[in-house]
């Protein structure tokens, strides 16, 4: 990747970005990178891939984020991930939960460049497949500067394609992985140095970006912007971003395809004896800010879960909508 490409990410989110809701994403936008969650490569390797890892086509550009720390295993992994189609193979070094961090990945290889490296290192002679890390600013007491540059600085060396920053470091002890979230403060200012320091590299930023205006002004100081939590409750605003983000105007999104695309999708979960529920916990904030958003959600809120549940749901949901009036994006 270099500095004249330019990228819209959804984050990779535990529990959250599973296939259903990337498949859900990918209705709205046809050019955003989606993230999956997390998954060790420990549980790529041995576990059950087509459940733990397994996609629809329809989903690319599809990055796969893995968690771990031996070069080996992140190289098998790697391996499995590229022959499965993966677009991109990322490593996590920005989760702080104690799981995580008893197992040696994540937000606490901040402390660990090296080690980051030698993983980046053995996946890129493993795959011809974009590697690329997500990262904090740093953890704890570190120093913001020098931590940062040396991950960003270690990695590259190595060859990997990109480094997201999620704006803000992660304190190890005393908070939760949601706290870390939102207590340490944001400094976005430190990212754009990263990319003043690296202008050759793709330097993508994270952290906070409530709306696409914001994810606009962003992409000015940086290479891509990466969404999360906005982009998963009100996931509507993922309409204007083929054609604000990547001049693609050619398509626009028109909703009854996407319910039908939905149906058609819980009809293939369902019958394969998966739940409506899979599905229907990541529509409910399609239509954050529209007429009839608070009769669509209490129609999937109270029959999606039902067992008997099928993709009529979908239907009922958005017959709620009242169409013709804006998305407030
Ligand atoms: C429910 C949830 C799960 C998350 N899981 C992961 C994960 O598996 N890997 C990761 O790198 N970040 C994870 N994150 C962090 C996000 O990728 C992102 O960095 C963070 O939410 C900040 O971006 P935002 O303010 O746009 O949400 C998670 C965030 C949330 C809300």
Same mark, same amino acid.
């Given at each position: 990747m270099t500095d004249k490409y330019k990228q819209f990410a959804i984050a990779p989110m535990m529990d959250w970005t599973d296939r259903h809701c990337r498949f859900l994403h990918r209705q709205l936008t046809r050019h955003a990178l989606l *993230? =999956? &969650?997390? +998954? =060790? /490569?420990?549980?790529? !390797?041995h576990g059950d891939r087509e459940r733990? !890892?397994? *996609?629809? #086509?329809? &989903?690319? #550009?599809?990055?796969?984020?893995?968690g771990g720390s031996e070069p080996s295993k992140m190289a098998e992994a790697a391996r499995i991930a590229a022959d499965m189609g993966y677009d991109e193979i990322n490593i996590n070094v920005g989760c702080p939960s104690d799981r995580v961090q008893s197992g040696r990945f994540g937000a606490c290889l901040m402390q660990e460049p090296d080690l +980051?490296?030698?993983c980046?290192? /053995?996946?890129k002679q493993a795959v011809s497949t974009p590697v690329t890390v997500k990262c904090r600013l740093g953890v704890d007491d570190q120093d913001i500067e020098t931590a940062l540059d040396t991950m960003a600085d270690a990695t590259f060396a190595v060859g990997s394609d990109a480094l997201w920053v999620h704006a803000r470091k992660a304190w190890l002890e005393g908070l939760s992985p949601k706290e870390n979230r939102d207590i340490p403060p944001l400094d976005y200012d430190r990212v754009f140095r990263l990319k003043q320091r690296l202008p050759n590299q793709f330097i993508g930023i994270n952290g906070g970006i409530e709306n696409l205006n914001q994810a606009l002004e962003l992409l000015a100081h940086t290479d891509g912007v990466m969404?999360?939590?906005?982009?998963?409750?009100? /996931?509507?605003?993922?309409?204007d971003v083929d054609r604000r983000f990547f001049g693609?105007?050619?398509?626009p999104v028109e909703w009854m395809t996407v319910?039908?695309?939905?149906? &058609?999708? /819980?009809?293939r979960h369902v019958a394969g004896g998966g739940r409506m529920v899979h599905i229907t916990r990541h529509?409910?904030?399609?239509?954050h800010g529209m007429p009839g958003a608070k009769r669509y959600r209490q129609i999937l809120s109270v029959k999606g879960p039902g067992v008997d549940a099928g993709p009529e749901v979908i239907a009922e949901a958005f017959d709620a909508i009242r169409f013709g009036e804006q998305l407030v994006a």
């Open positions: *993230y =999956t &969650e997390m +998954v =060790t /490569a420990d549980a790529v !390797i733990l !890892i397994g *996609y629809d #086509p329809a &989903e690319h #550009p599809v990055a796969l984020q893995l +980051v490296a030698e980046v290192s /053995a996946m969404l999360g939590r906005a982009a998963y409750h009100n /996931a509507g605003l993922l309409v693609d105007g050619s398509s319910r039908d695309a939905m149906m &058609e999708h /819980a009809a529509m409910v904030g399609l239509f």
